[in-house]
């Protein structure tokens, strides 16, 4: 029901606050409540505005009972100053390709990411870990309800969170427990293998893996959606023509490229800087990080920068330590150009430097110049990015044949690397540039980012 707030009533977040954590019977007792406040507003004379209103703090809580505002008041709240704690919206209300942006469908998704929440203590942001891998010892299966909930395609979300909870929260049979030891990549015995291989890009549900005393530094993914694109150019470097359309699913990129604070992590854990068939993971001379008294330390102020002197074979052992892979060359030239074929740098029609790092003496830190129209930082300059496929300077001739999901070529000399880096010229930073090396090579120019398939 929804309730006139009084000076004795808290809002969920300041309630969450003040609990280091919610019994399990107290949790759902909270999820129980808000699934029944959501269908009564979505009767009601002001229906559709339940998700519109639905966040930690718009939702109130006296004596254990929760209570969405009257119609009045949560409009007050919905104009109100914004902070972090923002109505929660869908793929498709921030995307704006939906319909309705007032529907059953983005209630549910507020409802799942609002559960998350009181579960996790943060947002399902990028690739989430599902409850159960982190709480063992819940008794009812809140993965199957957020799972429906937190779907990508509104289609698959239940019509009411409340039937859905009552059909999904059962007992659970027996706990998931975390693997407590991080296995170490595995790579083919005969490093020469991967030059006669093709290497296959699965649609997969990236697995996460960690241990309790080494954790990775996540970052957070922005969804690309899927489609036809057009990508390469008639007018640029022979290897970049023709252009031709691709058609790709949806799939998700990091933000921004590794940092040297997130790479160390997996070196401490490698305990070294090869990998079990020799192959460099990185070379330290071309890095921001060393190791000095036997330990391995970033450099003073590069710890946000991102890490550079990485192989390739580094680059793709690093995404499978967080279950991720390295984005094809397609898909990273379409996350380049942002939703708009026509632009030629990331940045739009041009590029300064005002807008990305190049012509200079040193990389930045991430997410010092604006993201790209879908959020990505970092695209051109800064750091050369591998990427998954072989180069071969006329794959494109071959690959306007076959357009769909393009992986490059079966096998080769050198793997691709895109958009340009701190010392390039504004040439290498247009998003249909092509640039290569061998995959054993390291620079203090090379980097990467993580790509990972979307679950359909």
């Known amino acids: 029901m929804t309730h006139t707030l009084t000076a004795q009533t808290v809002t969920l977040f300041q309630h969450l606050l003040s609990h280091a954590s919610l019994d399990e019977e107290t949790l759902l007792s909270f999820a129980r409540q808000i699934a029944i406040l959501m269908d009564e507003a979505s009767k009601n004379e002001w229906g559709g505005l339940a998700h519109a209103t639905i966040s930690l703090d718009t939702i109130f809580v006296k004596e254990g009972k929760l209570y969405l505002p009257d119609h009045r008041l949560a409009r007050l709240l919905e104009q109100g100053e914004k902070s972090e704690l923002r109505p929660f919206l869908s793929p498709e209300q921030k995307q704006r390709t939906s319909d309705s942006l007032h529907d059953q469908s983005s209630d549910a998704y507020a409802y799942g990411v609002l559960l998350y929440y009181m579960l996790m203590g943060h947002f399902p942001e990028g690739l989430f870990p599902w409850p159960s891998t982190r709480i063992p010892i819940l008794q009812h299966n809140f993965d199957s309800l957020l799972r429906q909930c937190l779907s990508y395609h509104p289609k698959e979300r239940p019509r009411s969170p409340l039937a859905a909870l009552n059909a999904a929260l059962t007992p659970v049979p027996q706990p998931i427990l975390r693997p407590e030891k991080l296995e170490r990549p595995e790579f083919d015995h005969d490093p020469g293998a991967i030059f006669q291989k093709e290497l296959q890009i699965g649609h997969y549900l990236p697995k996460e893996k960690g241990c309790s005393d080494m954790e990775p530094l996540s970052t957070e993914m922005a969804l690309i959606p899927g489609g036809s694109f057009f990508r390469g150019s008639n007018y640029g470097g022979r290897d970049e023509a023709p252009r031709h359309r691709v058609e790709l699913a949806p799939y998700a990129l990091d933000i921004h490229p590794v940092t040297n604070e997130q790479f160390i992590r997996f070196l401490e854990l490698m305990e070294g800087e090869k990998d079990v068939n020799n192959n460099d993971i990185i070379r330290l001379r071309e890095a921001r990080i060393k190791r000095m008294a036997g330990r391995l330390q970033i450099e003073s102020g590069y710890a946000k920068h991102p890490v550079v002197g990485v192989t390739w074979y580094g680059a793709v052992a690093y995404a499978k330590w967080l279950g991720k892979r390295l984005p094809t060359e397609a898909e990273w030239e379409v996350a380049a150009l942002g939703g708009d074929e026509e632009l030629a740098y990331p940045t739009g029609s041009s590029i300064d430097k005002a807008s990305a790092n190049f012509f200079s003496s040193d990389t930045t830190a991430v997410k010092s110049y604006p993201p790209n129209r879908f959020g990505l930082f970092d695209l051109a300059g800064n750091v050369y990015e591998w990427c998954l496929d072989w180069y071969d300077n006329q794959y ?25 880096c701190w010392k390039s010229s504004k040439e290498d930073l247009r998003s249909n540039h092509r640039h290569r090396n061998n995959p054993g090579a390291v620079n203090g120019t090379y980097g990467f980012r993580c790509a990972a398939d979307v679950t359909q």
Request: aromatic letters at 12%; proline letters at 12%.
């Open 396 to 420: 494109y001739s071959f690959a306007q044949v076959e357009p769909g999901a393009p992986r490059g070529p079966a096998q080769g000399i050198y793997r691709v690397l895109r958009g340009g």
